[in-house]
């Protein structure tokens, strides 16, 4: 407001500056034109595709006072959102030829949840749940208050049956024991692998046979990952998705 007249008009460039998966062209589109209804924005890279530095992900022209009030949220967004696209990319291609699916967490940064979930679509990824409303995950501290495995399964079906909810039920289990235990209650969709070794895990696997889907979590890197995806799971989840990623490096710049 201090150095740009108010009717200047101007073009600018997106510049990206490390190679991985870009993410949030399609919301900065938004976001420009919710400020400024007459901004013309031109994208130039399509979202999920791999870019290097040097490339253009999209060009604007219009007023640059718009053009400026939004620089940084736009950044912000598609930086966050780009990093966490080329973290899952990295994910999905260490567990290739696998079978398993990479899944994300809901250890996400509030208010940005809906945003970075999309930014794991566009890196691979497969969402896990959105909120605690869509899908019934028995975790420790609910088997630990409610008494054992039994009553909390128990309760979780009769709870659903009460409210006539249709969700799937998620037990996580902390050893092959668990393991039998839910084998033997059923009435679930999904058993958890909460921290268990490769050997453990493959132990695991063998037992459930397919009856239920599988999944692993807990500790599981990128130097790890493959092992566990070898042994038969149907999903590995990995909260570093959200919550260790190291944004993407880009810059806004004027075309002139």
Do not use: W
């Amino acid at each position: 407001m201090s150095t740009i007249p108010k009717e200047a008009a101007g073009q600018a460039l997106l510049h990206v500056k490390q190679k991985g998966i870009l993410a949030g062209v399609d919301v900065a589109a938004q976001v420009f034109r919710h400020f400024d209804q007459d901004m013309e924005f031109r994208p130039l890279i399509a979202d999920g595709s791999e870019v290097a530095p040097g490339d253009c992900a999209f060009e604007l022209e219009g007023r640059v006072h718009s053009i400026l009030q939004c620089e940084r949220l736009v950044l912000n967004i598609m930086q966050r959102m780009s990093g966490i696209a080329t973290t899952t990319k990295r994910y999905v291609k260490a567990v290739e030829g696998t079978g398993a699916r990479i899944l994300d967490t809901r250890k996400t940064t509030p208010g940005f949840r809906v945003l970075e979930k999309e930014a794991v679509q566009l890196g691979g990824g497969v969402n896990h749940r959105f909120g605690l409303f869509d899908m019934i995950m028995i975790k420790d501290n609910h088997v630990d208050y409610a008494g054992g495995l039994e009553a909390a399964i128990r309760g979780a079906r009769n709870y659903l049956k009460k409210h006539s909810l249709d969700l799937k039920i998620e037990v996580e289990t902390r050893s092959l024991d668990d393991v039998k235990a839910v084998l033997h209650l059923g009435g679930i969709d999904r058993i958890m692998l909460d921290n268990f070794s490769v050997e453990q895990t493959r132990e695991a696997t063998a037992l459930i046979k397919r009856r239920y889907e599988s999944e692993s979590s807990g500790g599981i890197t990128l130097e790890t990952i493959r092992d566990y995806a070898l042994c038969g799971v149907d999903y590995i989840s990995v909260g570093a998705l959200t919550h260790q990623v190291q944004s993407l490096d880009m810059s806004l710049k004027s075309k002139v």
